[in-house]
């Protein structure tokens, strides 16, 4: 099963916010459905946010009542404005809508309204098709960085669940698995809203590899007592340099890496590049409801004190100077990153 | 109100599992109580289980039928061990027990068992009104590192709930604050058992000092984003090069510390310094049960798959060359601490 797919003229995604607890559906009607799944994490990772995206385009134009295509083309635009603005850090949520856009804006001449929904459900079946084989080539590229016996320390879910399926440096590693290696990972549980111990735990028991959830101050201790030999991660944006916003706490864990000599790996597909960006200083950061931070309970009771206040960032910024590689679609990119990103994107 | 205290020839302690839902306090009646408590966390933090072992001492000599003095010590010897080995990587613990045997000891001659009955109590009633004394000095010491304005990140308790009272770096903060300076805590929640997020938060709230909870992972951005100027935490055990074992999760903070140049110091009295070992890797970590990492929930649900298993180490070790200053009660050492940290014992 896909994590976001087509079915009778709807959007339907996984729940994940019902993960590991039970496995639901819902599904999208509308391209404000679509935004409101994903603001609220019933969706999430940044190819799955993506894809879901651009089928909401496909929504918006089955729902516009445009009688031209121009008129249709701009209810599409202020429709992709809105959902872009749905999370701003990750950057394939705006690639996948820039590239609606644009592959419309391409037949524009001479087609009708109708021809237009068509296509763009077609594009968005297409960007979901080909982030499929993306993930499968990913894995076969970050594969070869992993040995057999090494134990993994993994940072959030980036598992089928947060693409459309396979996963990015989780498809690394369940592509290792296949390959017969002998992988432990180490999950981070990634607070708040612990994608780790919920999602990356779970895929992990399906996939039948040997994992131990941790909280993620622990990877300090495991990566300096030598029982971690790799770091990997996704990327929400990277930008010219090589910098990554990524789930926040990526930061720590790779200092944590480096400075005991483990590799850190990045693994993400070309769309997650955005050379418009210089550095990471730039990057939008999104920050959440303190509710995420507070609401966790231990035996039924709330843990913080009535009254007290929180803050939520949802991501931060790694500088290029921890990061090993980073392992895209087309291969792996290594430093200088401000050089390289640049050659692997002209390929 | 004390977090540890002697009455009606029993040892009464706050129930810190229970804040800040409700504020219990639970009786020891035997050493065998204190040694219990310890091990369930009813009290932690390294001077506070220092003075409720030594207490557990005093109750031990209540509790022995032994006739003569020998054998009397001799059941003291036997207490003394068991209390040791329920927690092993706090140094307080141990320094609390010798202390006491090695006072008992050198009354040993000439006096009767009920004289060391009425002896032990005294001694560790000692412990723990030097503990206040201590607080109190660390607290002057460390407010002249504080500037008015400073966001300070905060690891775990050290608050009055992790010693007798008053506390060593949350002691610290309540001074500057008791100064006037204009202070800001952010709390970190100190996974897995949220010592931060429930301890902290409440003891913050108490003295009317502004804080806000994150999460772990997120002190990375608070600090590269330039919004903290200084980080505290507390120490349960240092060695004599400086290393310092502290609450899991000490070392990524110190790390992220450095990496931004924000200064790191670690407020502990002069009994959490072990000569005896050379540097941090000789120091036991002790792992706990990963129910303490498993168990939380968020809206009544618990949130990792039926069958994860876990990973709990208790603390890390910070290694010193992350260290800026250690504040103790006779001063502030600084690097080299192979050479201070003796100099400052000999004052």
Same mark, same amino acid.
């Given at each position: 099963?896909?994590? /976001? #797919?087509?079915?009778?003229?709807t !959007?339907?995604?996984?729940?994940? *916010?019902?993960?590991?607890?039970?496995?639901?559906?819902?599904?999208?009607?509308?391209?404000?459905?679509?935004?409101?799944?994903?603001?609220?994490?019933?969706? *999430?990772?940044?190819?799955? $946010?993506?894809?879901?995206?651009?089928?909401?385009?496909?929504?918006?134009?089955?729902?516009?009542?445009?009688?031209?295509?121009?008129?249709?083309?701009? @209810?599409?635009?202020?429709?992709a404005?809105?959902?872009?603005?749905?999370?701003?850090?990750?950057?394939?949520?705006?690639?996948?809508?820039?590239?609606?856009?644009?592959?419309?804006?391409?037949?524009?001449?001479?087609?009708?309204?109708?021809?237009?929904? %068509?296509?763009?459900?077609?594009?968005?079946?297409?960007?979901?098709?080909?982030?499929?084989?993306?993930?499968?080539?990913?894995?076969? =590229?970050?594969?070869?960085?992993?040995?057999d016996?090494?134990?993994?320390? =993994?940072?959030?879910?980036?598992?089928?669940?947060? /693409? %459309?399926?396979?996963?990015?440096?989780?498809? /690394?590693?369940?592509?290792? =698995?296949?390959?017969?290696?002998?992988? =432990? /990972?180490? %999950?981070?549980?990634?607070?708040?809203?612990?994608?780790?111990?919920?999602?990356?735990?779970?895929?992990?028991?399906?996939?039948?590899?040997p994992?131990?959830? +941790?909280? @993620?101050?622990?990877?300090?201790?495991? !990566?300096? &007592?030598?029982?971690?030999?790799?770091?990997? #991660?996704?990327?929400?944006?990277i930008?010219?340099?090589?910098? $990554?916003?990524?789930?926040?706490? &990526?930061?720590?864990?790779?200092?944590?890496?480096?400075?005991?000599?483990?590799? %850190?790996?990045?693994?993400?597909?070309?769309?997650? +590049?955005d050379?418009?960006?210089? @550095?990471?200083?730039?990057?939008?950061?999104?920050? *959440? @409801?303190?509710?995420?931070? !507070?609401?966790?309970?231990?035996?039924?009771?709330?843990?913080?004190?009535?009254?007290?206040?929180?803050r939520?960032?949802? #991501?931060?910024?790694?500088?290029?100077?921890?990061?090993?590689? +980073?392992?895209?679609?087309?291969?792996?990119?290594?430093?200088? #990153?401000?050089?390289?990103?640049?050659?692997?994107?002209?390929?």
């Open positions: 099963m896909r994590t /976001v #797919f087509w079915e009778d003229n !959007l339907k995604m996984i729940d994940q *916010r019902r993960l590991p607890g039970s496995l639901e559906m819902i599904t999208c009607w509308t391209y404000g459905d679509v935004e409101q799944a994903i603001k609220n994490m019933t969706v *999430r990772g940044a190819p799955a $946010i993506g894809a879901a995206a651009a089928f909401g385009l496909a929504l918006a134009a089955q729902g516009s009542e445009a009688r031209t295509t121009l008129q249709l083309f701009s @209810d599409l635009e202020t429709a404005m809105l959902l872009k603005a749905s999370r701003p850090t990750a950057v394939n949520l705006a690639w996948a809508l820039d590239r609606m856009l644009q592959a419309i804006r391409d037949k524009l001449e001479g087609i009708t309204p109708e021809e237009i929904r %068509v296509f763009a459900l077609q594009e968005a079946q297409s960007i979901a098709n080909e982030d499929v084989e993306i993930n499968k080539r990913m894995g076969q =590229h970050g594969a070869a960085l992993i040995d016996g090494d134990t993994i320390i =993994h940072h959030c879910n980036t598992g089928a669940l947060a /693409v %459309v399926d396979w996963g990015t440096a989780l498809g /690394v590693i369940r592509t290792a =698995h296949d390959q017969g290696k002998h992988v =432990h /990972v180490l %999950v981070d549980e990634t607070r708040p809203r612990l994608q780790g111990a919920r999602l990356t735990a779970w895929e992990l028991q399906q996939y039948g590899i994992f131990e959830i +941790i909280s @993620d101050n622990m990877a300090g201790y495991f !990566l300096h &007592t030598g029982q971690a030999q790799k770091v990997l #991660f996704g990327a929400d944006r930008t010219a340099n090589g910098d $990554i916003a990524n789930k926040i706490g &990526t930061y720590m864990l790779a200092l944590a890496a480096r400075d005991n000599g483990v590799p %850190v790996y990045s693994v993400a597909p070309i769309s997650t +590049i050379l418009s960006m210089a @550095d990471g200083s730039l990057i939008p950061i999104e920050e *959440r @409801d303190p509710d995420e931070v !507070l609401g966790i309970q231990f035996h039924g009771e709330r843990i913080a004190p009535q009254g007290a206040g929180a939520n960032p949802a #991501f931060d910024v790694t500088p290029n100077r921890l990061i090993t590689g +980073i392992v895209t679609e087309k291969g792996i990119v290594y430093p200088p #990153f401000i050089d390289n990103l640049i050659e692997i994107m002209r390929k």
